[in-house]
């Protein structure tokens, strides 16, 4: 919206400042991150007021959870506020891929509060249905897939890009939709796996998002993504504002996140970030980068697989718990160290998918 100023500029005066993406980026990371502080406790308190026990604990579980009964959770929804106020404040909003980008994390947001609602109102750990979720996440990632590739210029449209090699495109045609979902529900699902301890999703998302903002800027520049040997996808560069909203908001939410939790994250953050991260990655032609930069969100949605997988076909179990951060919890690991390590690893994975952006 604010980008609107800039028709003010005349010269070099001050308005002229809301033409640049790297400008509006940082207005949206602080506009974010003011929202998160100012309204965190107030949501908090409003939540604990409506919720009254909290989120349910998984009688499973680590034992060292149950002290964490009474928390609240839909602290997902102080991201989302700040996120979308943000990005519409500063974002073009004559930009389809923020629109789809934007709709996509609405929508899993919208999934996910529906399961933390029955959660807590039944009191149980199951939720809305998985097949429905599902569902209902399949669709919403076919619109965003069919939408992205019918707006993405014609060389690129209903294409697989591949990191390194910088002039290898693979025509998809019409199964570019279903692999396109699976990215965008497999992102979404596997970070809200991801979320089982106290800032451990939180932070890999804003590493996540952050170094999707660069790549996003550098697709979106047209001397940059030559320069870099990259696939131009005009427009694209807008999604770091986004980016940049979503980093914003998430240390908003951190602040509150950080142990003990004064609020839990729920699927109505772990759903709509995930399914945000995988939007970025669709429309910024940079799919199988993500699961290098997600690579942690990857692991623990395939230890969840293979555990499962395994105990039908033997009875027996790889891991003592999964997610893999139970197994670690029951190895006697302690949270912050499990949070801190995972932290590390996130940060690794991101810098080696950034380094794909020069490996041509």
């Known amino acids: ?39 965190g406790r107030p949501l908090i308190d409003l939540l604990r007021r409506k919720q009254k026990k909290g989120q349910p604990i998984r009688d499973d579980g680590p034992q060292t959870h ?10 997902g929804l102080l991201i989302l506020s700040a996120l979308v106020f943000s990005t519409l404040l500063w974002a073009r909003l004559d930009n389809p891929y923020v629109w789809i980008v934007l709709l996509v994390t609405l929508a899993f947001g919208t999934i996910g509060f529906a399961d933390d609602y029955a959660k807590v109102t039944k009191q149980n750990t199951k939720g809305v249905s998985s097949r429905v979720r599902m569902l209902i996440g399949l669709a919403v990632a076919a619109l965003a897939a069919w939408v992205s590739a019918s707006v993405h210029p014609a060389p690129l449209a209903w294409t697989l890009a591949f990191p390194v090699f910088k002039n290898a495109l693979f025509n998809l045609g019409y199964l570019f939709v279903p692999f396109a979902m699976l990215v965008i529900v497999g992102a979404a ?38 320069y870099l040997g990259l696939h131009f996808v005009p427009g694209t560069g807008e999604i770091a504002v986004f980016c940049a909203a979503l ?10 996140n950080a142990p003990p939790a004064a609020v839990f994250m729920g699927d109505t953050g772990s759903l709509a970030l995930g399914g945000a991260l995988g939007a970025i990655a669709v429309v910024t032609k940079h799919e199988i980068v993500l699961a290098i930069v997600g690579g942690l969100f990857v692991v623990e ?41 995972f932290w590390i690893i996130s940060l690794i994975l991101a810098l080696i998918g950034l380094a794909t952006l020069k490996l041509r």
């Open 1 to 39: 919206m604010l980008f609107w100023l800039a028709d003010f500029a005349h010269g070099g005066d001050f308005f002229n400042l809301f033409r640049y993406i790297t400008f509006r980026a940082g207005g949206a990371f602080f506009t974010a991150l003011m929202f998160g502080f100012l309204f």
């Open 66 to 75: 149950f002290v964490k009964a009474g928390t609240p959770t839909m602290g």
């Open 189 to 226: 699902n596997a970070v809200n796996l991801t979320d089982g301890l106290d800032g451990l999703a939180a932070m890999p998302v804003m590493i996540a998002a952050g170094t999707f903002g660069i790549i996003a800027y550098f697709v979106g520049h047209a001397t940059f993504s030559t």
């Open 247 to 256: 980093i914003g908001g998430g240390l908003g939410f951190l602040w509150y």
């Open 301 to 341: 949605a395939l230890s969840v697989i293979i555990q499962v997988a395994y105990f039908k076909r033997t009875g027996k179990r790889v891991f003592l718990m999964a997610p893999i951060h139970h197994h670690f919890e029951k190895k006697g690991w302690a949270e912050p160290q499990i949070v801190i390590r």
